[in-house]
């Protein structure tokens, strides 16, 4: 799916300051070698499954399907990882693989937290530093996950320029790599930024439509009619696409953070409302304005608050292959409360993003059609701002 | 001969980073002459980028101040058009890949050679990324200036041979901004530059005082000054010109032979 330059179609490639070029290049041997490597993918399996808690489970949402009348709903619980994410996935591979590659600090950027306190927690169990960097407007939207992260032994850097959230944070991140590389391995977390990343998130996230493929041919003998998920850089959704993109006969659908609709500048629907650019050391879709300079993007979702998307989304959408859809911060709010109520699942913000194009699908398809709507996370987290929406004020 | 190797034909070249429209572009380009005017060689014109990646914050803070100045490309060029009718120094623009690729870079850089800008230094388009742009660059006459990093080790004899214009030494890991210190082995740096190329290297990044401008010229042809400029324009606003002129001339005079 990639060529050797990194490219998915004209997206991808390695826009990067000079500094950082060997190590992005030794980045990419060290993983070429590992990915191969039985012992590495034997010890990385122990941990996924004896320490992240998988596989994760395709659950049958009964009621849900029931109530909505049309396609069958089966729901990846990637929330009942071990921190409450699928994130964990990604980065207890990149922490094995930067450790055998003699690094010993982990430095990440985070929007909505669960990134960072997934490196913090790796960042324990492997006895490595770890710096995150987080948005200051995020640090307060997402102050629960930035005690966890404290907790969990690392510092937690706010990042007070530009916009305050993940963009600036993705970008204090890479500057700090530039001023230390020998012992620092940038743990990024989403299928974006320069070569070779977008490529070995994916490849450790798609460890989640292996499992879905699976587990729903054992439980329907047959494949799903079509897979949801939301869409920020974008590594729980290509991780939910990756064993389908060869089906042709599933849908793949990638729900966008519309904040407050993709008609006002309140926004961070990338492939619905960006052009081509480059940025954060990759060609793909951004929110810019004419000129050029990255937009200011919204979305009530720290995590999905992004300008830009992963390369491969972006070449997805330009073959056709996945479709992007945009889903306003009020019917994600209302997916989150519906799949609370239905289910007695609490959803990440950005979870119900996907729930809730799932909701206008699944009445429209026929009752032996099948649906599976990723879970990436769980929703404790976003439980005080979604009250501050809805004019309540709590305590956490 | 070029502008740009003109530059460096007469001893040391000292260049001057500015960003433009920090705080106005009547105020770039008073300073820009100012800094001509006490000795600068070269001129780097920053166009202002919302999310510079290889900024420390105090170029971080000239950008976003041009930008909220309502600075745009057009008028930047505009600006660059009318600055020609009296420097004759060289000019480059120093800016990041997406202003260029977003303005459409055949549009971009036939505009450069109109208005005499000789060279562009793009720090996020590194060796593996310049062929999209290289071909326009040329075909333009536009100098496309690589960069060289303390981490670029078995890298730098590659770069060097494509290099164009001049070389640009970063002289630290990390971001720009000023240093009290300055540690990578830029003599090593230097010499396998010079068994690679004969365009001339200067060296950017950190420097800031007279006596670090003169260790960096010894070392190579020249060096390059942002942040501790920039510093000035934040200190003084409209009023920084004939501080920067002063200051222009101290580091000149220090890497004069």
Known sequence: ?396 | MSRIANAFAGGKAFIAFITCGDPDLETTGAVVRAAVENGADLIELGIPFSDPTAEGPVIQGANLRALRGGITTDRIFDFVRKLREDITVPMVFMTYANVVFSYGTERFLSLCRDVGIDGLILPDLPFEEKEESLPVCRACGVDLISLIAPTSENRIAMIAREAEGFLYLVSSLGVTGTRTEITTDLGAMVRLVRENTDIPCAIGFGISTPEQAKRMADLSDGVIVGSAIIKLLEKYGRNAPPHVGQYVKAMKDAIRN
Not at chain 1, 48 to 56: D, I
Not at chain 1, 276 to 305: N, R, T, W
Not at chain 1, 356 to 383: E, F, N, W, Y
């Open chain 1, 1 to 396: 799916m990639t060529n050797p330059n990194g490219r998915f179609g004209i997206h991808g490639g390695q826009y990067i300051p000079e500094t950082l070029m060997n190590a992005v290049i030794e980045l990419e041997q060290a993983y070429n070698r590992f990915k191969a490597d039985p012992d590495f993918n034997r010890e990385l399996t122990a941990l996924l499954n004896n320490y992240a808690g998988r596989p994760s489970r395709l659950y049958y949402a009964e009621k849900m399907t029931r109530e909505l009348g049309g396609a069958k709903i089966y729901l990846k619980r990637e929330d009942l990882n071990h921190t409450g994410a699928h994130k964990i996935n990604n980065v207890l591979g990149q922490a094995l693989l930067a450790k055998k590659m003699g690094k010993t600090r982990l430095i990440a950027e985070t929007g909505a937290g669960q990134h960072g306190v997934a490196t913090a927690t790796a960042a324990a169990l492997l006895d490595m530093e770890c710096v995150v960097f987080m948005g200051e407007e995020d640090t307060i939207r997402q102050a629960l996950n930035v005690y966890r992260m404290r907790l969990l032994g690392a510092e937690v850097i706010p990042v007070k320029t530009g916009t305050a959230t993940l963009k600036d944070a993705v970008s204090e991140a890479m500057r700090e790599w530039t001023s230390r590389i020998d012992d620092t391995h940038y743990c990024l977390g989403s299928v974006m930024g320069p070569h070779p990343f977008p490529t070995i998130v994916r490849d450790f996230q798609a460890v989640i439509s292996r499992e879905i493929k699976q587990q729903l041919l054992e439980k329907e003998g047959r494949l799903p009619d079509a897979v949801l998920a939301c869409v920020g850089g974008g590594s729980n959704a290509i991780g939910s696409f990756y064993h389908f993109i060869e089906d042709k006969s599933v849908r793949l659908i990638g729900c966008e953070a519309a904040g407050k609709g993709i008609d006002t500048f309140e926004t961070a629907a990338t492939i619905n409302t960006g052009r081509v650019g480059i940025f954060h050391g990759m060609k793909s879709y951004f929110c810019q304005d004419e000129y050029g300079q990255i937009a200011p993007v919204y979305s009530i979702s720290a995590g999905l608050d992004y300008p830009g998307v992963g390369p491969e989304h972006a070449w997805l959408h330009d073959i056709g292959r996945a479709e992007y859809v945009p889903v306003t911060d009020e019917e994600a709010i209302c997916a989150f409360e519906y799949l609370s109520k239905t289910e007695g699942i609490i959803p990440a913000i950005e979870s119900a993003h996907a729930v809730a194009h799932a909701q206008k699908l699944a009445p429209t398809m026929g009752k032996d059609q099948i649906v599976v709507i990723t879970i990436s996370g769980r929703g404790d987290k976003d439980c005080a701002a979604i009250a501050r929406y809805r004019g309540e004020n709590i305590y956490e």
